[in-house]
């Protein structure tokens, strides 16, 4: 009983005593991005866009990220194979790449356990060449492990500025069934979700101490008051939000 969710506090203590230095980068980055009004995106293909999602357009999130959504490789796309199909075709990222405006100094997060496939490696690229950084989040056991699908050869931990490691298993299945060779329960997603937030906790607060003005933060539009707070903080940094209302 509660193997999973003892692996799961097992790893964010991993991610506690070895990724210090990468989560106070990235923190340090974001912050700086806020600071400056350069802007920040977030991608993930598949089952790695939930964190995409996590990250977007909600009540204490930031709102100056903004999801990059693949209509293709997105899990409401029939039939569900056709994404991994897309995710593997190399060119779909760069396509990805040009339809948003990415300028010198632009923050980039691209989540991809494996790292290896096309999308993720092609988007790596476009947004290098036009000056982004990139953090990378991934499994370095598990990337280093396969070799990269695109023609660079290269996987997303040899491209980003920033690694940040979600230090699962190989094949991201954790618990391992009695009398089976089977694995269940994969912890990417929660993993990921609980550095990226951590990193927007501790971005949000170096913010506060810099500027002595409010962090860019979404109130709950259910609390008394929020929607206009809301409206106040979507006028103030509406150069770096780049959805609609």
Do not use: C, W
């Amino acid at each position: 009983m509660y193997e999973y969710i003892d692996d799961i506090q097992k790893i964010l203590n991993i991610v506690k005593d070895k990724d210090k230095k990468e989560i106070q980068q990235a923190v340090d980055l974001i912050e700086k991005a806020n600071e400056n009004k350069n802007s920040i995106y977030i991608f993930g293909a598949s089952h790695a866009g939930i964190l995409a999602q996590e990250m977007y357009y909600r009540a204490g999130g930031m709102i100056t990220i903004n999801a990059i959504f693949g209509r293709e490789v997105m899990l409401d796309r029939q039939p569900i194979t056709f994404t991994s199909d897309m995710e593997r075709l190399e060119g779909y990222g760069t396509q990805l790449g040009k339809t948003i405006s990415f300028k010198p100094n632009d923050i980039l997060i691209l989540h991809s356990v494996s790292g290896r496939n096309p999308v993720i490696i092609d988007l790596a690229l476009y947004a290098k060449k036009h000056g982004v950084k990139i953090i990378g989040l991934t499994n370095l056991e598990y990337s280093k492990s396969v070799t990269s699908r695109h023609s660079s050869g290269k996987r997303l931990f040899e491209l980003s500025d920033i690694v940040l490691d979600n230090h699962g298993t190989i094949g991201d299945a954790d618990v391992q069934l009695k009398g089976s060779p089977q694995k269940v329960g994969p912890t990417s997603t929660v993993i990921g979700a609980a550095i990226l937030n951590e990193i927007i906790t501790e971005a949000s607060q170096k913010f506060i101490d810099k500027t002595h003005k409010d962090a860019p933060v979404f109130y709950s539009a259910n609390l008394d008051g929020g929607d206009q707070k809301n409206k106040e903080l979507v006028s103030e940094y509406k150069n770096m939000i780049h959805y609609k209302f």
